[in-house]
């Protein structure tokens, strides 16, 4: 059995899969010689192409997912391999594996399927402390009843640490017993170094895509990017749009879904708005999609949104953002006015006033100027660097 390393650095990380948001962090964070990391992945989704349930197409992530930090493949014999249920990860080689590498604590990326509750039992016989991340939250929704509450106490007392991604998260590990000296900000981040706006390739391809969607010069665009699904409101936004009126202004959507016939037929019934479909963007593709826009749009109502990291993705390419009360990071990176617009998601007439507001301070250069100073300003708290130096300190709080 290996040692640990020096300083009880050596974290062992358990994922369900490869993600673009999350190797590149791996690989910031293994870079930084701070920390002896091994990843331990339970599922090959995202370097495979396999059908994302979402999406409705198969999806292979272009970016480089497993380089730069060490990692394993713990094979699942799951019948149905997924996260969409809870035999979905079945790992049974998974306990043997973190007991070889013998870490001096394991990372945990949730708890609701079969082998993170097997991690769970195998770390606490083996007397490993657990770290926990997670994103969820409480808003829009009801508070759990006494018996869930009970029991998701009694999850998260397992864990020696938590991290946090920001402010509703944070509120929602208070509200269920994580006292504060065991919760620690480590941001949701996306890969800076990727989403560089001032990438002359991404300026390019952006005049080429308004080219090619034959946007007349000087057109203001709206941006949605993701599931075209009813919980992102894609047709709401479409009727919000379609009500400005405005002749000089864009709308374009990114992505695949079920609503997208709805929302093409829409479009077809009446005269020709300026309203454009584009195909699903690989993460490669997605700066060159924001950098075209004037401002990105996320107006999710599901609860599900417990983030929505293409809110930073839009933020780092210095484009303000149109949000929900229900989009997870509002409380931490919008602020209507400041960095972008909020509405609230059950008020269609919300929905078009955000949009009017944002044409107000685009078409005005000096609000327009401060705004994107103060998007910069904002988001430049929200990096790898961040994410990373609240992991090492949950890490060294093991210690005492």
Not at 238 to 261: H, M, N, Q, S, Y
């Amino acid at each position: 059995m290996s040692s640990p390393s020096k300083g009880g650095s050596r974290l062992a990380v358990v994922l369900s899969h490869p993600t673009q948001y999350y190797s590149p962090w791996f690989r910031s964070l293994a870079g930084l010689g701070q920390v002896e990391l091994k990843v331990f992945y339970l599922w090959d989704f995202g370097v495979r192409a396999q059908v994302d349930r979402g999406f409705k197409a198969a999806v292979k992530w272009d970016v480089d997912l497993l380089s730069g930090y060490s990692h394993e493949f713990v094979p699942n014999v799951a019948r149905d391999p997924g996260t969409h249920h809870f035999f979905g990860l079945r790992n049974p080689g998974l306990s043997a594996a973190l007991a070889q590498w013998n870490p001096a604590a394991v990372l945990m990326f949730g708890y609701k399927w079969y082998s993170h509750v097997r991690v769970m039992l195998w770390a606490r016989s083996a007397g490993v402390p657990l770290i926990f991340r997670g994103d969820s939250h409480f808003i829009g929704r009801p508070r759990p009843g006494a018996v869930r509450t009970l029991l998701m106490r009694i999850i998260y007392r397992q864990f020696a640490a938590v991290t946090f991604v920001g402010a509703a998260n944070r509120g929602y590990f208070s509200a269920l017993g994580v006292p504060d000296g065991r919760l620690f900000f480590a941001p949701h981040s996306v890969d800076g170094a990727l989403f560089d706006s001032a990438n002359p390739a991404y300026k390019e391809e952006a005049a080429a895509l308004r080219a090619r969607l034959a946007l007349p010069p000087g057109t203001r665009v709206f941006l949605f990017a993701g599931k075209l699904i009813p919980e992102k409101q894609p047709r709401e936004l479409l009727d919000a749009f379609l009500a400005l009126g405005r002749p000089d202004t864009a709308l374009v959507f990114v992505g695949e879904g079920p609503e997208k016939e709805g929302l093409q037929a829409a479009c077809r019934s009446g005269a020709e708005p300026l309203v454009r479909f584009l195909p699903f963007a690989n993460q490669s593709e997605m700066p060159s999609r924001y950098l075209m826009a004037d401002v990105f749009v996320l107006p999710s109502r599901g609860l599900y949104e417990t983030w929505g990291l293409a809110v930073n993705e839009a933020m780092h390419m210095g484009v303000p953002c149109v949000v929900s009360d229900r989009v997870g990071c509002q409380q931490d990176l919008v602020t209507e006015g400041e960095t972008g617009w909020v509405f609230a998601s059950t008020d269609p007439s919300g929905l078009q006033k955000a949009l009017g507001d944002a044409l107000g301070t685009i078409e005005s250069p000096l609000r327009k100027s401060e705004m994107l100073s103060a998007v910069r300003k904002r988001i430049s708290a929200y990096t790898y660097t961040q994410t990373s130096d609240g992991l090492i300190a949950a890490l060294a709080s093991l210690g005492r």
